[in-house]
């Protein structure tokens, strides 16, 4: 059977599938439900074969929905690198810049850095995917993914921003029903609160001086969401490991036993080399960087450079 494949229904099988659902797809596509739906529908029967197969709580791909999906997913790749290669001929910034980033950003500083953004380059849009997975630059079609902590291929075009300062935090009310905290080796006779989605997991503190200590926990409570942890440090859950703007904002309390902290994360964006100096990727590294700058209550960065300098008599 042959059909004329048009590459719009295939940008939206594409969708649909990255999203697990009609009704998201849709609010990303800017189209009503209905019509997502009555557009899959009209495709399955041109190809006279499903290409979702749908219960009332889950959405999941046949065979030939995932196939025709990854084409979908080929034209939006294409279409996104001659965006880019028409970006690249005007002075000003201008298009979608779409970025990645873990949750840790979008909990502490990213909307204000992306309002200032949008501000002063009216010609743009932003698009944000936040995940705390790695993402393939080039195959997913971003921009730029901002990291924290992580190392990347040299075929990624790294911009060293700062450092994030994670400290080790709890509310009041969770501190005065909970047992003394004075020594590292009390931690284990607290509720602890842990990330990453693992059962059990090795926290790294360091003193003043510079000594590190690994203390194994078994958290009570453990979450993937960044905003999640944070939800549950301020209802007196326990104790986690949380960006210090995070704890401020949130007025809780920072802990330090024996004068031992979490090390400070390092923080940067990531674009692929090619793509790196696009007029809007270079004007959105150039914004962050200025950002970095004028906030130094959320970063460490600066901090570290005035450390760094030598005195003068």
């Not at 059977?1 to 009704?23: H, N, W, Y």
Request: aromatic letters at 4%.
């Amino acid at each position: 059977m042959q059909i004329a494949a048009d590459p719009s229904d295939l940008l939206l099988i594409a969708r649909v599938l990255e999203r697990g659902s009609f009704a998201h797809a849709a609010v990303d596509l800017g189209l009503p439900p209905s019509t997502v739906s009555r557009r899959v529908a009209a495709l399955e029967r041109q190809v006279g074969a499903r290409l979702f197969e749908r219960t009332t709580r889950s959405l999941r791909p046949t065979e030939l929905g995932e196939q025709l999906a990854r084409l979908g997913a080929s034209i939006r790749t294409i279409a996104l690198q001659a965006e880019h290669v028409v970006s690249d001929h005007h002075d000003a910034p201008r298009g979608t810049l779409r970025i990645s980033v873990p949750t840790p950003v979008i909990d502490t500083f990213l909307g204000l850095a992306l309002s200032e953004f949008i501000r002063r380059y009216a010609e743009m849009r932003v698009e944000v995917i936040a995940t705390d997975a790695l993402v393939d630059l080039v195959a997913d079609g971003f921009d730029a993914t901002i990291r924290i902590g992580a190392s990347s291929p040299l075929s990624l075009g790294i911009s060293p921003l700062a450092s994030i300062v994670p400290v080790l935090t709890a509310s009041r009310a969770y501190l005065d029903r909970a047992p003394r905290l004075e020594r590292l080796a009390d931690l284990a006779n607290h509720s602890l609160i842990g990330h990453a989605g693992k059962r059990r997991t090795t926290w790294t503190l360091v003193s003043r001086s510079g000594e590190q200590e690994r203390i194994d926990v078994n958290p009570r409570v453990v979450t993937n969401s960044s905003p999640l942890t944070t939800q549950c440090v301020v209802a007196g859950a326990g104790i986690s490991i949380l960006p210090r703007s995070v704890a401020l904002r949130e007025r809780l309390v920072v802990l330090e036993p024996e004068g031992y902290r979490p090390p400070p994360v390092s923080l940067a964006i990531m674009a692929p080399s090619a793509r790196a100096k696009a007029p809007k990727t270079r004007a959105f590294i150039a914004l962050m960087r200025e950002f970095v700058a004028t906030h130094p209550e959320l970063f460490d960065i600066i901090e570290a450079r005035r450390a760094s300098r030598p005195s003068v008599a």
